[in-house]
């Protein structure tokens, strides 16, 4: 099955600063790449997704970024705030597979 | 409101005692799926469904088993709680092409 890589597994940045999260992909069939976001005793939500016709997706102060040949794709916030504070968690699936495999969960802290 | 719903919240119980989790949605998903997740940490697929009378184990082994004989419902028993099971449990449900995944609140299963 797809396996997904996450880095780092924790990032302090100052307010205001950039966060930026990676990660990498086995399987080049993979071709659906979802951000979720889940901050303290919630659920996961989806914030953003890209998939592999595309190679970058913004919204607001966030975005993902997409290299399918070297099969990774990041996540970076920009202006970060302290209610970005949360763990990240990136994914993958293959085309006409309904399952998504999660990355380890990078915990972002933004300090005032 | 239409959301996905999961039972109990908290649950204690001690080892060798079956007990069953539920999860309902009511959005009409056909897939839904249970990821198993200590604090924090990554997100197991333990198993999934893509519609009634149809399910399968996710890549995470686990002793639980779970059934979908009707849309709305995918409840997830232990037949013999070990300490080993202590962890989240949370739910999911999507529809078409995964293009959002829906989590519930979870479950936080402690056997003692």
């Known amino acids: 099955g797809e396996n997904v890589e996450q880095h780092p597994s924790t990032l302090s940045v100052q307010e205001g600063d950039s966060a930026v999260i990676k990660c990498t992909y086995s399987d080049s069939a993979s071709n659906y790449f979802p951000w979720y976001k889940q901050e303290l005793g919630k659920r996961p939500q989806l914030i953003i997704d890209i998939r592999s016709n595309v190679g970058e997706k913004k919204d607001q102060r966030i975005a993902v970024t997409l290299n399918k040949t070297a099969k990774h794709f990041s996540l970076h916030i920009t202006e970060t705030q302290p209610e970005d504070s949360a763990v990240y968690f990136c994914?993958?699936?293959?085309?006409?597979?309904?399952?998504?495999?999660f990355g380890a969960g990078t915990t972002v802290t933004v300090r005032a | 409101e239409a959301d996905i719903y999961q039972t109990p919240r908290y649950l204690v119980i001690g080892t060798g005692k079956k007990i069953t989790l539920e999860c309902s949605q009511t959005?009409?998903?056909?897939?839904m799926y249970w990821y198993q997740q200590d604090p924090g940490m990554e997100l197991h697929l333990i198993h999934y469904?893509?519609?009634?009378?149809?399910?399968e184990k996710g890549d995470l082994s686990s002793e639980s088993t779970v059934s979908r004989i009707r849309t709305e419902h995918f409840p997830l028993t232990l037949e013999s709680a070990r300490p080993s099971h202590t962890s989240q449990y949370l739910c999911?449900?999507?529809?078409?092409?995964?293009?959002?995944?829906?989590f519930g609140s979870g479950t936080q299963l402690s056997v003692l």
């Open positions: 469904s893509y519609g009634v009378n149809s399910t």
């Open positions: 999911a449900s999507a529809v078409g092409g995964l293009e959002k995944l829906f």
């Open positions: 994914a993958a699936s293959m085309a006409n597979d309904y399952k998504l495999s």
């Open positions: 959005m009409g998903h056909d897939k």
